[in-house]
């Protein structure tokens, strides 16, 4: 049904660009340099966490298949380029128009851990096509990663039992389609958005809010219950008896016995959204198998955290929905990445007037761990020469994968690995890496510098 | 260039469809409301803030610009309607179809000073037409909200010198575009993004970064002055000596000299962004002067929040670069507004079972203020009666503006008038209300009951 000019797609099948997801400044250095002929000096740019969040132990990599994807979408059209006369020169505007990464990119397969200074990222090519992605690439691993590793924690604490990511409506509407994959990478069972399950296949659960109960209130002569009641009955009817019901809107206990009566013994769930969860679902419980609805299950919401979660653990919860605290990072709304600058034209560079120092040269890295597999060191070594040898009693896992080679991506991007990553990465964290509590990361990263004199 | 079936504009012309940034137990209540015929009662929805961030004294609306004009892009097109058939039955699917958000608007201004339990938005229309809309009104008025609240207090307490939003990288990357509107509506000058210019008319402001210097790394023989020289001609070169040069890759002292050296007494402005940024500013303010370049001003950047602004006061700081604070909401990342159902079919409705109560009923707000344009209260009252009697010593002024009217714009949603609405804000609040200390909300709310009985 639609016709394009000759050789270029039709728009609507093409991603948006993303050109423009991009800090004013690169596109002022490119033209600067553009200009005086170092713009297509061979670069290395590294995204790494200086630390990890406040007393947080590990991090888990997530973004990556986003960026890959957001990269294909990186062009410079007539719309983007329109907006960019007014402070590019031709020369800037003409290379920008023709713009395509062609280089290469390493990393952190998605969902594995990562300590400070982990290079997750390494970007190579000429100094004009690394420095232009410079925003796209923090923006996406800094937010992901934020809420990828919040939420392992809760995936950690929670010790088998199901969370559902719910947090949506706490977070930029698009923030929250990448929270809720994000939350599904670290473990989550899904998620209550269905951009996200369209966008990335996260599952979306859920059932029903107060407002539909509410909704139900009828005039003079009846009850709260009655309300109650006509809202139950109708959700089971379009629903079916296996759906969640949420019982707190009036009475707790009326509103389990109502519900109980409404959809039968085999009613699916109860959700509890208010009050003390821990109390509650203990009453709840009792009150559910008193009624001979014993397999009715128990879930639980209403500002839960990784903490809450954990003091939960002995209660009789069957799963959690998760809001605000793992959209928003749990307290580290962002994971601190930065994209540096670290080698030009075979030159480690870093940074030097500071403590924000950076580590000159391109890297990869490895992780040791024991014969149990419980990792003890991370070994970030210049990548022009071999990882250290290995104590005869660990092994080395290399960390850092082709992702993308010539401009074009080279790795498996799914989820399902990422997902099996994460959960092979908590299992092989020291003890004291799970703990909740403040403290150091779970492990040294030692960082082994570029072979002096190389320059 | 582009044919399209008939009747159906081109859909390279529309806005990509917002309609499945939404919770899925939203359509599936739909789906129970229409089949027991709940779905087309009249009611009323609020969005409000239970109460402020942790010691916040005032938040700031903001969001209300962007909500309206995603609400027109809030359409169900085969795309969507195609992943909602697994769950959906073909009722609700056709109810979905044609899908128009046809109801009324109320709601405070853009860039409106609020308070715990302020009517900041009130949707009117069919149970169905209003509750399809509740995730993607609360992720932007939440995310919006928290940018521009701890925005404002760093415009607060800059006390006139300009600010620029520069957060980007530390913010999912189409937050971070929401991001630097929320922060230009708060009062800063502009931001470092771009697609905020193109998509807002955010001025767009940025130099140059660490990577330049380093870029201009070059072999033996030579020294970081010499790099650093290079480095900052090249930027000279492509964007004039009114530039700002970023002078602590290497050395300060050093690189202030170098940038006169390079760029002239002129020299736009020099930025420093490590170390401890008063004693520096003081240090480069006496170097400048002692060069010469008494016109080139000193823009500072590094973690800065509205403690760190306010502890630069006394210094000769010329301009504020803010990133990470300002896209997080500086500790407050969601405002925590809900959209709660207070009114079927005239009658107020209101959860009861916890402390999460709402307020029953349609309520628009006034705003109570000296004669010294002082506030001293806001009022909430009920939408069917006139707002209370005012003392005799104070003014009362409307808060709550027509929005929408059967689903059109009809406010002035422009970004101009919303920046004078926080600078007027800022102006009307109590002294106690402008501390960055942890306190009480700067005004009292007070919230009249529905007209007992009514129902």
């Known amino acids: 049904m639609t016709t394009s000019p000759?050789?270029?797609?039709?728009?609507q099948e093409r991603a948006a660009s993303t050109a423009l997801l991009t800090d004013k400044y690169e596109l002022t250095m490119l033209a600067a340099a553009l200009r005086d002929g170092t713009a297509h000096r061979r670069c290395s740019f590294e995204v790494f966490a200086r630390r990890l969040p406040d007393g947080r132990r590990y991090g888990i990599t997530a973004g990556t298949g986003r960026f890959v994807e957001a990269l294909q979408a990186f062009r410079f059209d007539d719309a983007e380029l329109g907006m960019l006369d007014s402070f590019l020169e031709p020369a800037t505007l003409e290379y920008l128009a023709g713009y395509r990464f062609a280089g290469d990119i390493d990393g952190y397969p998605e969902g594995e851990l990562y300590f400070p200074g982990s290079p997750v990222l390494s970007v190579h090519g000429t100094f004009a096509e690394c420095v232009v992605l410079e925003t796209m690439v923090l923006s996406i691993f800094n937010y992901?990663?934020?809420?990828?590793?919040?939420?392992?924690?809760?995936?950690?604490?929670?010790?088998?039992?199901?969370l559902i990511e719910m947090g949506s409506r706490r977070a930029h509407e698009q923030a929250a389609v990448a929270a809720a994959r994000a939350a599904y990478l670290a473990g989550f069972a899904g998620s209550s958005n269905l951009e996200a399950e369209r966008r990335h296949g996260v599952p979306a659960l859920g059932t029903s809010a107060h407002a539909f109960t509410l909704l139900h209130t009828a005039g003079a002569g009846t009850t709260?219950?009655?309300?109650?009641?006509?809202?139950?009955?109708?959700?089971?009817?379009?629903?079916?008896?296996?759906?969640?019901l949420l019982v707190d809107t009036y009475d707790i206990t009326a509103g389990v016995a109502n519900a109980v009566e409404v959809a039968g013994p085999r009613l699916g769930a109860v959700r509890i959204d208010s009050g003390d969860l821990g109390v509650?679902?203990?009453?709840?419980?009792?009150?559910?198998?008193?009624?001979?609805?014993?397999?009715?299950?128990?879930?639980?919401?209403?500002?839960?955290d990784e903490f809450a979660i954990a003091?939960?653990?002995?209660?009789?919860?069957?799963?959690?929905?998760?809001?605000?605290?793992?959209v928003t990072?749990?307290?580290?709304?962002?994971?601190?990445?930065?994209?540096?600058?670290?080698?030009?034209?075979?030159i480690p560079v870093e940074k030097r007037s500071s403590h924000k120092e950076s580590h000159g040269g391109r890297k990869r890295a490895v992780r040791w761990?024991?014969?149990?597999?419980?990792?003890?060191?991370?070994?970030?070594?210049?990548?022009?020469?071999?990882?250290?040898?290995?104590?005869?009693?660990?092994?080395?896992?290399p960390l850092t994968v082709?992702?993308?080679?010539?401009?074009?991506?080279?790795?498996?991007?799914?989820?399902?690995?990422?997902?099996?990553?994460?959960?092979?990465?908590?299992?092989?964290?020291?003890?004291?890496?799970?703990?909740?509590?403040?403290?150091?990361?779970?492990?040294?990263?030692?960082?082994?510098?570029?072979?002096?004199?190389?320059?």
């Open 6 to 11: 000759p050789g270029k797609p039709p728009r």
């Open 224 to 244: 709260p219950s009655d309300w109650e009641k006509a809202a139950f009955g109708a959700q089971v009817d379009a629903l079916g008896a296996d759906t969640t």
């Open 144 to 162: 992901d990663a934020a809420v990828a590793s919040a939420a392992a924690r809760m995936v950690s604490v929670a010790a088998g039992r199901p």
């Open 311 to 326: 003091a939960l653990r002995a209660e009789p919860v069957d799963l959690y929905g998760v809001g605000t605290s793992v």
């Open 402 to 455: 082709p992702l993308v080679r010539d401009g074009k991506p080279v790795a498996d991007l799914g989820l399902h690995s990422a997902r099996a990553r994460v959960r092979d990465g908590l299992l092989s964290l020291p003890w004291d890496g799970l703990k909740l509590s403040r403290g150091d990361a779970a492990i040294r990263t030692r960082i082994i510098a570029p072979t002096p004199g190389r320059s």
């Open 369 to 397: 761990a024991k014969a149990s597999g419980t990792i003890v060191e991370e070994v970030v070594h210049p990548a022009d020469r071999p990882a250290p040898d290995v104590p005869a009693d660990l092994a080395a896992r």
């Open 280 to 304: 509650l679902a203990r009453q709840v419980r009792e009150q559910l198998d008193a009624l001979g609805a014993t397999g009715t299950k128990i879930v639980v919401s209403g500002d839960l």
């Open 329 to 346: 990072g749990s307290g580290a709304p962002t994971a601190g990445m930065v994209y540096k600058l670290v080698e030009v034209d075979g």
